[in-house]
């Protein structure tokens, strides 16, 4: 378990990274926390001719609040997300997904923009995009152009970034005040990749629900926003049979595949139990 | 027999440290990152080995290209199985008994390959990634042949045969029994039933296997250094397969990081690295990466077994049938053979109860895995798996509470010594006690009235309970495992003064991570009366050790014990002689108090031991006349049959209605090992080998496709349970001494795993027994459980 030989860029500024990247015409790997990069490159599953490590690149760690939007810097730690007051306060969804991701040390290096690019199914980052409806800004030779989310995510470990083109953004709608919002996961230990996990947002006025958002983490080969149950909850309400009717929909809404840890059945049971616990808690804690 | 225990007679004031619970004193450089561990030791001119491993499950290997690895720069050399076949014989786990076909093991695959990992080509190059670079160069032709994975497909006629020497896959075969167990069935008023499945697992050390060989030309000597368990038996059986006389091969498992019975086994790494360091005269070093680990050390358990319990009206055993199929994988492990496992679990299965008849056939199959070989319990985790289920499935059908089928039928304490339907013989033990204590530990009528609640609210809350036995401390007059070629009876201990008055006692065991420097060094310096910070314990090296073989099957503390107790008692006699000498008195008038040597009734005439070890060393002058100088003594021990040691665990959990998830609440131990040493490492293994039993039974699963490849081959797919996942633990201690076993010491590092299993199998059931469901197949992962619940709701 170690990897081959690659060459070794630690570029200061971003142009000279998108320079770095495009001198390989797609044979190069952006460096980022490395909590999956560097597993891959030991496994020899990846074998980039020249890594381009983007850690000393100071301006692509940030968080700012603009236009409705909290921004993140691609290289925005993830710990960093878990301790940030204004995510806690402006997207408690992403505080309490931060919690699944990992252990400690893995949030210390792992990266937002990391875990968006490199696309795991099972990963919580992603369903927070797709639940939120956010979206990416990507950086090339040939300019810079936003991504949404539903565009983003191709298949496995897949995304339509470029390979000459850097994550440079993540932006995230401010969750509406008031809105109810959890993550429910189920994963064999502490820490793992989600078997399955659901982001819920709800936002209610009195019994109504003005709107639903469900998305999947481990349902499939790419994030899934469960929009015919996010329906059910916006045309029935937030009532029992509602959230009943929704988890139910949800589990015809994925196909889910196999693998050694669950069944593809066993997982779309999962995704109609964690729905239902995520709208409840979701709805316990929404204002309004 | 009291002369017997340890310290009964030892002239001590000083605290007793045996009883004690004394801190780790191996923690210290653990927790600091001091510890010795193989990889940290970097000879000049070392060169870094990597294998190429097969990729097929069974396939003939037609031709090895090495040039374009050998141009590579930084490139040594490169060994093929027909170079090492040059320069040492095929490892052969011999056997005593017909019922163990002896089938080949060679170092690096000869002809054919039988298992995905299999260690194929060997290179030693400048770095271990110049050596992987190299492996991938290498070019292996491979012709494919028909792959068996399944162990009851392998018995047909028409399978796949992956030793064409045995002529057969069926490499273990054996029969147990007393009495006439099929009338006893037959006039039972009942009989319970089940095919169990306990999967495969491995035990995931966290240093993984490595060596390093240096062979000194001038000397013509060998030293291997092996993330391992058993130096002397790796040393034994080196100087046979590379014809090197014993004294020239120096063998150390200095710090080793777990071995749990995976690392007691000879390696073909091992082999192959000596080779190539011989070949080469330069050091070489391999260290497995997890990969390697999780493809290609020995793997545990899996193994089916079908088993029948008859009872009489009142619930008493009237009989016991079993077959069990063990999956021995792709070769009979040197020295224990294929035989370890499935022979445990069929001599284990009666457990700790009165079992009047009983047939238990054991068969162990080859196929096209990795093999099998011992981890932590061997054999009796499943063994207990079975009995334990198939109690509980009796109790419920007889409407009789578990724990009390299992007090009605446990071996009662006026039959010690018991001997076994399968031949074992039990010292002495508490079955009983340990039940008992255990419910009273538990509140266990509180619980269950917990559970009647909980039911009510349609929560799915259990209570499972686990009795077991096993034979610890094993002597001369049984092999370890049947037929083996190699007597593992005796272990030394050589206990030596220096003329300061410090100790150094050396031992052929080797600790890793039981903290025997710590319960050893307990032991000798209550045996010759000194403080243990005076006691310096030598342990795994096999250049200063007496004989021994190594750590493996809950034998240190009971043989290295007692070795210890026989050369204090031999120093401490010197040390009587020669005090009086000082003192001029006789030595049966001399008593230790204080540190010094006294003469009753007059302590203030008295010598510090420091005084007597410096006169030992100083000769005639100042010792008796005729007594031989030095202080030091080497004593053997054989406890020759063991002891037992045992167990209940008891399990409570809540089934997850909505994920199946299971999840432990409380966990329960009443454990005896005899006299214990130091109760806190005691606890310690106890916590361990539970956590151990638990991701055997929740959360751990070697998988293979069918193709022979494996599908858990990282640490995401092969899920052990972290902190997160483990309960906490209450743990309590029996202390019946064993009356045959030197100090009165039990063996106990495997306990934990053993019963682990069945606790928390039969707390699932017990849960679900609104359901009607069984576990007969662990681990019971949460898919497994849905599918059961499905199947069980559909049913109605
Ligand atoms: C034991 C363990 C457990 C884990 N558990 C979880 C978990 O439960 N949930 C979870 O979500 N994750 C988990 N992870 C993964 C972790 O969250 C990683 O941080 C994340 O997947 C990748 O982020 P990174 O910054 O480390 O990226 P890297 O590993 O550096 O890169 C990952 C991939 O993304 C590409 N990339 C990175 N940054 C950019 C960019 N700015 N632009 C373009 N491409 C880029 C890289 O080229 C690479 O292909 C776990 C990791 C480990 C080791």
């Known amino acids: ?288 | 027999m009291t002369e017997h225990r340890a310290g009964a007679t030892a002239p001590t004031a000083l605290p007793r440290l045996v009883g004690a619970r004394v801190a780790r004193r191996e923690d210290g450089r653990f927790l600091t990152g001091q510890g010795s561990y193989v990889d940290d030791h970097r000879p000049a001119r070392l060169l870094y080995a990597a294998f190429l491993r097969s990729p097929h499950a069974h396939a003939r290997v037609v031709s090895i290209a090495a040039s374009a690895a050998l141009t590579l720069p930084g490139v040594a050399a490169v060994l093929t199985g027909e170079d090492v076949a040059r320069s040492a014989k095929p490892v052969r786990a011999a056997s005593k008994t017909p019922a163990v076909k002896v089938t080949s093991f060679p170092p690096l695959a000869l002809g054919k390959v039988r298992h995905v990992g299999e260690a194929v080509v060997m290179v030693a190059a400048e770095s271990r990634y110049v050596a992987e670079d190299a492996v991938e160069r290498i070019l292996v032709e491979y012709e494919p042949i028909p792959v068996v994975t399944d162990m009851e497909q392998a018995l047909r006629p028409e399978s796949p045969l992956l030793h064409d020497e045995a002529g057969t896959n069926l490499l273990v075969s054996r029969e147990f029994g007393r009495g006439d167990v099929d009338e006893a069935l037959a006039g039972a008023a009942l009989v319970v039933r089940e095919r169990f499945r306990f999967h495969r697992h491995t035990p995931v050390c966290m240093e993984n296997r490595g060596c390093l060989a240096e062979y000194a030309t001038g000397s013509g000597t060998l030293t291997l250094r092996s993330s391992a368990q058993c130096p002397g038996l790796v040393r034994d059986v080196l100087s046979d397969l590379l014809d090197m006389p014993e004294h020239r091969i120096r063998v150390i498992a200095a710090d080793v990081g777990g071995g749990f019975g995976a690392k007691a086994s000879l390696y073909p790494e091992e082999i192959a690295t000596c080779v190539m360091a011989r070949r080469l005269g330069r050091p070489v070093k391999w260290i497995g990466d997890r990969r390697e680990d999780l493809l290609a050390t020995t793997h545990a358990w899996d193994e089916i077994v079908e088993a029948e319990l008859g009872v009489d009206r009142d619930g008493a055993i009237v009989g016991l049938r079993a077959q069990v199929t063990a999956d021995v994988g792709a070769y009979s492990i040197y020295p224990w053979t294929a035989a370890i496992e499935p022979v445990q679990t069929i001599s284990f299965l009666p457990g700790p109860y009165r079992v009047p008849t009983y047939r238990g056939r054991t068969r162990g199959v080859a196929t096209c895995k990795a093999p099998l070989g011992p981890y932590r319990g061997v054999g009796r985790p499943p063994a207990v798996f079975v009995i334990e289920g198939l109690m509980d499935r009796a109790a419920r059908q007889l409407g009789m509470d578990p724990t009390e089928i299992r007090l009605r039928n446990f071996v009662r304490d006026e039959e010690f010594p018991y001997k076994s339907p399968s031949g074992i013989v039990w010292d002495r033990a508490s079955f009983t006690a340990s039940l008992l204590r255990a419910c009273e530990a538990l509140d266990y009528a509180a619980v269950r009235a917990e559970q009647s609640r909980a039911r009510a609210e349609g929560r799915w809350l259990g209570v499972g309970v686990a009795s077991y036995v096993e034979l610890t401390g094993i002597g001369s007059a049984i092999p370890v495992s049947p037929g083996m070629p190699i007597a593992t009876g005796t272990e030394a201990a050589t206990i030596r003064f220096d003329p300061a008055g410090k100790v150094t006692a050396v031992f052929g065991i080797a600790s890793h991570g039981q903290g025997l420097e710590t319960t050893l060094a307990q032991i000798v310096a209550d045996e010759v009366g000194v403080p243990i910070d005076d006691v310096r314990v030598i342990h795994g090296d096999t250049e200063v050790s007496p004989y021994g073989t190594g750590t493996y099957a809950s034998r240190s503390l009971v043989l290295a014990g007692g070795a210890a107790i026989l050369a204090g008692r031999a120093v401490r006699e010197k040390m009587l002689v020669i005090a009086g000498h000082l003192l001029e008195a006789d030595p049966a008038d001399v008593v230790m108090t204080d540190g010094r040597w006294a003469v009753r009734g007059m302590l203030d005439r008295s010598v510090a031991v420091r005084e007597i070890a410096r006169a030992a060393y100083t000769g005639a002058r100042r010792l008796p006349t005729g007594l031989e100088p030095g202080l030091e003594a080497t004593r053997f021990y054989d406890p020759y049959y063991g002891t037992a040691s045992n167990a209940t665990h008891v399990a409570v959990v809540e089934v997850d209605r909505e994920t199946c998830e299971v999840k432990p609440l409380r966990y329960v131990v009443v454990e005896d090992c005899g006299r214990m040493v130091n109760p806190l490492i005691v606890d310690g293994q106890v916590h361990g080998g539970v956590a151990q039993g638990l991701g055997a039974a929740l959360l751990e699963e070697v998988v293979y496709d069918d193709q022979g490849q494996l599908l858990s081959g990282t640490l995401m797919d092969y899920v052990v349970p972290s902190a997160c996942e483990v309960p906490w633990m209450e743990v309590h201690h029996l202390e019946t001494p064993s009356p045959v076993a030197l100090g009165g010491f039990r063996g106990m590092g495997e306990g934990g795993t053993i019963g682990a299993p069945a606790a928390i199998a039969n707390a699932v059931a017990d849960a679900l027994v609104p359901l009607g469901i069984e576990i007969a197949e662990l681990p019971v992962t949460p898919d497994r459980l849905f599918r059961l619940i499905e199947r069980a709701r559909a049913r109605g």
């Open chain 1, 1 to 288: 378990m170690k990897p081959p030989k690659f060459e070794y860029h630690a570029p200061k500024s971003l142009e000279e990274a998108l320079e770095a990247l495009g001198r390989y015409g797609g044979d190069a790997k952006v460096l980022a926390g490395g909590q999956s990069l560097m597993p891959l490159l030991n496994f020899r599953l990846a074998r980039p001719t020249a890594l381009v490590d983007l850690n000393r690149i100071g301006s692509l760690a940030y968080i700012r609040e603009h236009n409705g939007q909290i921004r993140f810097g691609a290289m925005t730690r993830q710990r960093t997300i878990e301790f940030s007051p204004v995510v806690a306060q402006r997207l408690p969804l992403l505080k309490e997904a931060t919690h699944w991701v990992g252990h400690l040390p893995i949030r210390t290096r792992g990266t937002i923009g990391g875990s968006i690019a490199h696309a795991d199914p099972s990963a919580e980052y992603p369903a927070v995009l797709a639940a939120l409806e956010g979206e990416v800004v990507a950086r090339g030779a040939r300019g810079e152009r936003v991504i949404r989310a539903g565009d983003l995510f191709q298949t496995y470990l897949t995304t339509s970034l470029a390979p000459d083109e850097i994550l440079t953004e993540v932006r995230l709608p401010v969750m509406p005040a008031g809105a109810g919002y959890a993550l429910e996961e189920f994963a064999r230990r502490h820490g793992d990749f989600a078997i399955i996990g659901i982001a819920a947002v709800v936002v209610r006025e009195g019994p109504r629900c003005t709107m639903a958002r469900l998305a999947t983490a481990g349902a499939g080969p790419v994030p899934v926003r469960l929009r015919a149950a996010e329906q059910i909850l916006e045309r029935e309400g937030l009532g029992e049979a509602a959230i009943e009717a929704a988890a139910r929909r949800a589990t015809e809404l994925v196909t889910p595949d196999a693998d050694i840890h669950a069944s593809a059945d066993y997982r779309r049971h999962l995704t109609g139990v964690l729905t239902k616990r995520a709208l409840t808690r979701a709805i316990g804690v929404a204002r309004g």
